[in-house]
């Protein structure tokens, strides 16, 4: 079974609008952690955001937060005010255990943002 | 400019040619990883180290893959007898030793063989 799962391979989004981009995950272990990076045509990994699975509250960074439904096993990123600039490529990803026993990744296929002016 | 360099950026070589990438963590980071990304998917786990330590190494890391992080420092991954299979984008990122770590990534070098 796939561990991360996004659904979505290719969105538009109108400038100034806000976009979900959906993530679900599949994990036994009660500790993990789910995260969020942007992928541009340069190829760079960009972090956007970070949930634990112990955190009570919603992830926030700047116009991004993460809609964490721990029930359901989804992760899904809010982007807010979308710029031109956001157009690239996204991908939700989770480490299973503590961080402390490193940060091994597991990636799903992505969702490919496109903004439009 | 501090964050993580790989070296090269493109390699292109024939099929059973051995090519070795080159990483640079960023200084202060003690743990590095591996990635390994084929056009249009997400990366995949390759290998992990803890300051020189090779902790945690994939299945996808066959004979023919070896990675080294000799002080603890820069990193390297070697292919040897490349197939046309081996081309991707190979990814390099380091963190720091907190729980919430997040991965600083490099560009990534891609290989192509023929």
């Known amino acids: 079974a796939q561990k991360i799962t996004q659904t979505q391979p290719g969105m538009f989004v109108q400038e100034k609008e806000a976009v979900t981009l959906d993530c679900t995950y599949d994990?036994?272990?009660?500790?993990?952690?789910l995260f969020w990076y942007k992928q541009p045509s340069s190829g760079e990994m960009i972090f956007l955001i970070y949930?634990?699975?112990?955190?009570?509250q919603n992830a926030t960074e700047g116009r991004y937060s993460l809609n964490f439904q721990k029930a359901r096993k989804s992760a899904n990123l809010v982007i807010s005010a979308s710029q031109l600039g956001d157009s690239a490529m996204y991908f939700c990803?989770?480490?299973?255990?503590?961080?402390?026993?490193?940060?091994?990744?597991?990636f799903g296929g992505g969702t490919r943002l496109m903004v439009k002016p | 400019d501090t964050g993580v360099s790989q070296d090269p950026r493109h390699k292109i070589t024939k099929r059973g040619q051995n090519v070795t990438f080159r990483c640079d963590p960023i200084?202060?980071?003690?743990?590095l990883y591996w990635y390994r990304q084929t056009l249009g998917q997400g990366p995949e786990f390759l290998t992990y180290?803890?300051?020189?330590?090779?902790?945690?190494k994939s299945r996808l890391l066959s004979d023919r893959f070896s990675a080294e992080r000799p002080k603890g420092s820069f990193s390297t991954l070697e292919i040897q007898r490349t197939e046309q299979g081996d081309s991707a984008m190979y990814l390099c990122?380091?963190?720091?030793?907190?729980?919430?770590?997040?991965?600083?990534f490099g560009e990534g070098s891609r290989l192509t063989v023929l």
């Open positions: 990122a380091s963190s720091s030793w907190t729980d919430t770590g997040e991965l600083f």
């Open positions: 994990t036994s272990d009660p500790s993990y952690g």
């Open positions: 949930q634990g699975s112990y955190d009570q």
């Open positions: 990803a989770m480490r299973e255990g503590r961080g402390n026993a490193g940060n091994m990744l597991t």
């Open positions: 200084s202060e980071h003690n743990r």
């Open positions: 180290f803890q300051n020189e330590a090779q902790l945690e």
